[in-house]
């Protein structure tokens, strides 16, 4: 059991470079989440999903995208990157059996940096 | 989304000294966990305690759903407690888990 799982570990990117950050849980859990934590901060939510084919905005949404085809799989695409852009990613899931949410659990986080 | 707050922000301590961290919430939670980020950033779940109290080794979290706060307690600290401690919780209404700032902590031999 991987629990959740993060590639890249790290990256560096131009301005104006696109690139896809990778999640995978095996707990089959229903919901996941992507996060990004800015030095000395606390996480922020950027896009979250109750389950496959369903995907929302979180609190700092622009500039990212998301889709989730599979229950284990929710990308994060970033495109033409900023400086702004530059942070830790998490990735984290959760199930939620309607009566209430679940330990979130996180992955080991992507660390990114746009020059 | 719900305000967050913790204290103290740093905390330096000596090896086998004992601590207290806090947690205030601007509204009710439904679900409040307390999280370690290693040195290595690595986020390590410590605690799920929407209310109660509950202990894990030397570690021990309490939540007063009703006065919106939580307490983390380190007893006898060690160098590998070193890091930041975070809560977060949700609102009912809401899917995220809402971040304070952190406590950073030290622990010096």
């Known amino acids: 059991n991987a629990g959740v799982t993060q590639t890249p570990k790290f990256r560096i990117l131009k301005i104006g470079q696109s690139m896809t950050l990778q999640c995978t849980q095996d707990?089959?859990?229903?919901?996941m989440y992507w996060y990004r934590q800015d030095p000395g901060m606390g996480l922020k939510l950027i896009y979250y999903?109750?389950?496959?084919?369903?995907?929302d905005k979180g609190e700092v949404p622009n500039g990212y995208n998301v889709s989730r085809s599979t229950t284990e799989d929710f990308p994060l695409r970033l495109e033409l990157a900023a400086p702004s852009q530059t942070s830790v990613y998490f990735c984290a899931s959760s199930y939620s059996s309607g009566t209430g949410q679940e330990t979130q659990y996180f992955g080991p986080g992507t660390r990114l940096l746009v020059l | 989304g719900i305000q967050v707050e913790q204290s103290p922000p740093d905390l330096i301590l000596q090896e086998g000294a004992n601590s207290t961290l806090r947690c205030n919430f601007s509204?009710?939670?439904?679900?409040l966990q307390w999280f370690h980020q290693n040195p290595w950033g690595q986020l390590i779940n410590l605690f799920y305690i929407p209310s109660g109290t509950k202990q894990n080794g030397r570690l021990s979290a309490t939540t007063v759903a009703t006065e919106r706060y939580s307490l983390l307690y380190i007893s006898s600290s060690q160098t590998t407690d070193s890091g930041v401690y975070f809560c977060a919780g949700n609102s009912n209404s809401g899917y995220a888990l809402n971040f304070g700032k952190g406590t950073s902590l030290l622990v010096t031999p």
């Open positions: 509204d009710s939670v439904n679900n």
């Open positions: 999903s109750v389950g496959a084919g369903i995907t």
């Open positions: 707990m089959n859990h229903n919901y």
